[in-house]
């Protein structure tokens, strides 16, 4: 059935995209302008809120290859960053059979999930910076401005918590996020598919309050540095008990891939972990071999 335009526009008010004047005209909120309008230049109020990206030759910040601004709303530029960044990072292509297959360096879901994390938990009240996400040859980093609502070694089993409630509610209804507190589950479990180091989280209180997110590439277990071990292992051990489960020797094993640690080397990995405080054993009676592991605040 067809709707006239005020009857269009009578739900845009509704959801805050557009707001009625007392001329009887209408104007764009700035939650319509962040995510529907083709130019954001065109609204001073959150034109720098605009996404931008940016790739870097090597692993530093010296020289840049490219940078695009992103001029459009979240819901309207979306799926072009997504694919922009995923042509940006490294791909191989295999034949197995008649059959060619592409390997992207990064999971494309866990991509997904971070970039629309930086866009609906950035804190839009600072302005003069926006989301922003670069391109490196070992990493990609997402940063939004604002630190997290959440303590960050807490990701994955928080409830959802947003301070932008009506941009977290209209991008759950495009289908670009969940609303439901499981997206860190989902990039942790993405990673471990693909058998890269865990992603790192960092907040920045004193260089203008942001968070970083980090998507690492793959790096074989005999070159990780040890804390980036320790993470894998403190996050592996979220991702079991959030499925219902918990780790082991040969969990922790399988989620470094063939080729990787020995069980021997994974006990130690284990009880470094433990250490650090980041894990603890169920029975701490129990016989080694046969050790299970939760996180530390489980």
């Known amino acids: 059935m067809s709707q006239s335009r005020d009857e269009v526009a009578h739900y845009l008010c509704d959801d805050e ?4 004047q007392n001329d009887g005209r209408y104007a764009v909120t700035n939650l319509g302008a962040l995510l529907l309008v ?6 001073p109020s959150v034109a720098r809120k605009a996404l931008r990206l940016v790739q870097y030759e090597g692993r530093g910040r010296t020289e840049m290859l490219r940078s695009r601004d992103y001029e459009g709303g979240y819901a309207v530029e979306f799926e072009a960053a997504v694919e922009m960044i995923m042509a940006l990072t490294p791909a191989r292509e295999d034949i197995v059979g008649a059959v060619r297959t592409q390997t992207t360096a990064y999971p494309e879901r866990a991509v997904r999930e971070i970039l629309a994390n930086a866009l609906i938990h950035q804190d ?3 302005t003069g910076s926006g989301p922003v996400v670069e391109v490196f040859s070992d990493r990609v980093d997402f940063t939004n401005p604002g630190t997290s609502l ?3 070694m807490r990701l994955v089993d928080n409830p959802p918590k947003s301070r932008n409630q ?3 509610s209209l991008m759950r209804r495009f289908r670009f996020c969940e609303e439901l507190g499981t997206g860190w589950d989902r990039i942790i479990s ?7 180091p865990a992603p790192k989280a960092v907040e920045y209180e004193e260089a203008g309050d942001s968070v970083r997110i980090s998507l690492m590439s793959y790096v074989p277990y005999r070159s990780m540095d040890s804390w980036d071990r320790i993470m894998a292992c403190y996050w592996h051990a979220c991702i079991c008990l959030t ?3 918990v ?6 094993r399988s989620r470094f891939g063939e080729g990787g640690p020995s069980p021997s080397t994974v006990s130690k990995l284990l009880s470094a972990a433990v250490e650090a405080g980041l894990i603890r054993p169920v029975d701490p009676t129990t016989a080694p071999r046969y050790m299970r592991y939760v996180p530390s605040w489980a």
Do not use: P
Request: net charge neutral; with cysteine.
């Open 247 to 252: 780790m082991t020797n040969q969990s922790l």
């Open 150 to 152: 959440v303590d960050l």
């Open 243 to 245: 499925n219902g489960d």
């Open 166 to 168: 009506r941009l977290a």
């Open 124 to 126: 839009l009240a600072i």
């Open 190 to 196: 993405s990673c471990e598919a693909s058998y890269l």
């Open 38 to 43: 083709k130019h954001l230049r065109d609204f």
């Open 17 to 20: 995209i557009l707001f009625r």
